[in-house]
């Protein structure tokens, strides 16, 4: 048995099956809640950390009740953003699971310019010299879409740090690339 219980990979498999679970759970009937979209997502750190990093996200997006139409083709919202992140760096690797919000600028309803926060879980918060400090950290993100129905093509950068809340708090940039398909 490891010392550090959340390194047995059968952990993370259920941790990843309950998040399905969860995601899939029945909504309300809300024309202004849909659509849902699902993709992946994979990226590279932006060359400030010590280690070198590669990433993949499963993420999974959904459209909350909050809309304001501010013209006929603009559009602002409000959507939960949920991912599962594989996270590899020269030494070693982990997971990190995020949930939060976004706010969505929507043109045309064929680009968008995204922008959010998400509280993040990172069990393993050392990555050979990199020491992030503590398993709770911080993401903040800022983006851009192109939809072409029903797929999404998206780039994000994306920051997570703790904040300050722990002794240690290098932080951990990042340029994503994804696909997602939306229903």
């Not at 998040?19 to 759970?25: K, N, Q, S, V």
């Not at 939960?80 to 690797?93: I, R």
């Amino acid at each position: 048995m490891p010392l550090y219980p959340l390194a047995d990979k059968r952990l993370w498999l259920q941790l990843f099956l309950l998040w399905l679970l969860l995601i899939a759970a029945p909504t309300s009937a809300v024309e202004a809640s849909g659509p849902y979209e699902i993709g992946l997502r994979v990226g590279v750190d932006s060359g400030r950390a010590i280690e070198n990093y590669a990433s993949g996200e499963v993420y999974f997006l959904k459209n909350l009740p909050w809309t304001s139409r501010l013209t006929d083709n603009l559009a602002l919202k409000c959507r939960f953003d949920s991912g599962v992140f594989y996270l590899q760096a020269d030494s070693e690797d982990g997971a990190m699971f995020a949930a939060g919000l976004d706010l969505v600028m929507s043109a045309f309803n064929r680009f968008e310019i995204e922008a959010g926060f998400r509280p993040t879980w990172m069990p393993d918060a050392r990555f050979g010299v990199d020491d992030f400090g503590g398993e709770l950290q911080f993401t903040s993100h800022a983006g851009m879409a192109f939809t072409r129905p029903p797929f999404v093509f998206n780039y994000r950068f994306q920051h997570t740090s703790n904040g300050g809340i722990y002794d240690r708090n290098p932080g951990l940039n990042l340029h994503l690339l994804g696909i997602g398909y939306r229903f």
